[in-house]
């Protein structure tokens, strides 16, 4: 954003913008994301997440998003816990398709300045959304829309695309040692 000058209010909306992948089995990918949120939000900029996977109604971050809307919408779209060992479910493909839907009509309405798809490297990794598909909208991408994608087990073909590219490294975990997941830490 160009700095404020006398009299004058800056100018919102992007000029320009890129694609951000935040991947790695770290912990911070959605945290960081939501970061960035935060920050776009403090400078007039829309929002939108849309949690490819993910639908806990407990998570802090729906909260919060309460408080900063318009300017933040948070959409989960997956269904409550965890895809097991067993793999994915049909419902859990219908559900990550009405995700990619829902991020098409984001997209092709510009809807919003930055467009976070948490957690859509995962549904990729696990077959729910095909990398060709990813790639096809992150090829639509408007070019004045950041377009942030979050998840383990990031596509090579997506991460050539990107333009930032961020590997979170797990170094040391307290879930190695049977710690749960806390409210407003974790979730």
Do not use: W
Not at 27 to 54: D, N, S, W, Y
Not at 136 to 150: D, F, G, H, I, Q
């Amino acid at each position: 954003m160009p700095p404020r000058q006398e009299g004058k209010e800056p100018t919102l909306g992007l000029e320009k913008g890129f694609v951000q992948v935040y991947t790695g089995d770290g912990k911070g990918k959605t945290t960081a994301a939501l970061g960035l949120a935060l920050r776009a939000v403090g400078h007039g900029l829309r929002v939108v997440m849309i949690q490819f996977l993910k639908d806990d109604g407990r998570a802090g971050e729906l909260a919060a998003a309460q408080h900063l809307a318009p300017l933040l919408t948070i959409k989960p779209m997956g269904r409550p816990g965890f895809i097991g060992p067993e793999g994915p479910q049909p419902g859990d493909v219908e559900l990550a398709n009405a995700a990619m839907q829902e991020a098409e009509k984001v997209l092709s309405e510009k809807g919003c300045d930055v467009l976070i798809l948490d957690e859509i490297n995962v549904a990729v990794h696990l077959g729910v959304i095909s990398q060709k598909a990813l790639l096809a909208l992150v090829a639509r991408k408007p070019s004045n829309m950041e377009l942030v994608l979050t998840g383990r087990g990031a596509p090579e073909g997506l991460l050539q695309k990107a333009d930032l590219v961020t590997t979170m490294q797990c170094t040391k975990h307290y879930y190695d040692v049977g710690q749960a997941a806390r409210l407003g830490i974790e979730v």
